[in-house]
């Protein structure tokens, strides 16, 4: 096969480009537009006027600052809970001996296999159990561990030189000392990449945090824009500019981050 | 600068020493002495088992059977940490995420010595390797001889009773490997401390080891001063992988006096091609035997007065000397060394020597030497 000249390959970029940043404008556009201006025939591209209250009219329509910080807690609950589980369990599939590790490690990716909205119920009625529906523990706890953390935590770790982890044994170093202090260290970058998309992953959360909070005092951002969209009515520029916001902090994560999300990918031979 | 070890070396005994990988054996019971303060090379090619022997003196593996005794005590359930033993990896192993100061430390750190007790060992490792201005790079800012010292100096601070070293040199280029071996040499005759380095580099291990154990195949096969190990081999195998170029060999068959007649030769002798030697007394045991001539010990001569007769192939200046290519008594390659301006040329019809005293007899049934 030839190579596409450089004409087509800017043209399928641009596309591509194109193809993700239409959404993103037509939410910007959507969220400065009159209430009824969505509606008309052709739609249009960008509001007559942009209205700048509606971002004030969403985020006082509900307790938006409340939803907020449900949303930080229970997402940075996840990601300190991913982190260590799937660091610690990751270090000892890909380096201590113990029996059975291959099975358990088998078992443990079969359950990629179950889709997440099969096990939903059960969660639920687990953590209704517990007493623990509406509060922050509830949210977070059946979040903490990530199989898919595991293994690229595992890919990470077998990466290690195994003479790094030998020069350490005879340094002195006993097996906490040389998972803390050597095999650590030299996974940060997808310990990076973990953290932004278990952060990621618990902010755009919608279906657990509807099912498993009542109250508008534990709602998540997520289900505070979804509640715009209601039977009979919906307040599209009002949703929109609560998605804007909403998206703001994950924009500003990836920006700071994107250097260590491409190493991190790239050390463990995983594609994104 | 002069630095001595604050406490007497350790000796080393390997008794019944085996390691077993499932069916395969990769060390058989090796059984080896070490003395305090001595430096004993372990030398064979990849695979011979040599680095398993290390490690298991580490305590990095487990050995299937037997054990090792350090400084007179068995360390078959002492952690790597508490065998006082330090080890130079192949790769140098130096972390990756910490300073040159911060990998010299973390053994001291790791053991609890005070801070300025650290400060102290530290600088002086690094005085005595040059190390100085490089204390705050990391490893990847630095070129492999510099981190070869690096990994040194980590050695060196602990102040071990043993030193063991895999390989050190392999990844250095041959002038730096040079350098860096008169460095070693140096550096076992200022701390006296007991240092094991394993190689499959001859060179390195002729010009390091007081003693060479000489492994193939998971067994020892020699275990000698180098220079017994090149003049006496023990067998075929050490004499054809110690010494550059390598030992010239020719098999023939042991000839009664009847059979050789037609030679006019009075007692058995070793017929193989165009070779005809008598034998010394005890050599007749086996039926057929090798012969092995080192370079130095073959001269080239007209051809008239001569043990056999060969024809020129190459001939190699070195400027010191003069490598020559010729036919062995069965028409094998064969190097003789000559002086440098010796006058042969390619082609050129010669006679071949064979110094008596210095050509080695073995069985060529399993090899081994006879006396």
Redesign the interface.
Known sequence: MTRPSRALRLVMLVAAVAAMLVPFAWMIATSGMEELEVFQDPPPLWPAEFQGGNYAGALTAQPFARYFVNAGVFALMVVAGQLITSATAGYAFARLDFRGRRGLFLLCLSTLMVPAVVILIPRFLFVDALELTDTHVGLASTELVSVWGIFLMRQSFRQVPRELEDAARIDGAGPWRIFWSIALPLVRPAMATLALFAFLDAWKNLLWPLIVTRSLEMRTVEVGIASFHSTYHTNWPYQMAAAVVAVAPVLLLFAFTQRFLTQGLHMTGIKG | MVTTVSRPPAGIALRGLEKRFGDVVAVHPLDLEIAPGEFVVFVGPSGCGKTTVL?MI???DDPSAGAVWIGGRAVEHV???DRD???V???Y?????MTVRENLA??LR??KHAAADIERRVSRAAGVLGLEALMERRPGQLSGGQKQRVAFG?AMV?DPQVFLFDEPLSNLDARLRADMRREIAELHARLGATMLYVTHDQVEAMTLGQRIAVMRDGRLQQYAPPLEIYRQPANLYVATFIGTPSINLVTGDIVAPAQAAGRAEPSPCLVAGRLSLPLASQQSASRRVTIGVRAENLRVVPPGDSDFTSVVHRVERLGNESLVHLDGPLDDPWIARAAADWAGRAGDAVGVRLDRQHTLWFDAGDGRRLE
């Open positions: 490690r580490a305590g990095l952690e790597p940490a033993v330090a080890m990896f192949q790769s192993a130096l972390y990756p995420h973390f053994g790791m053991r980590r602990r």
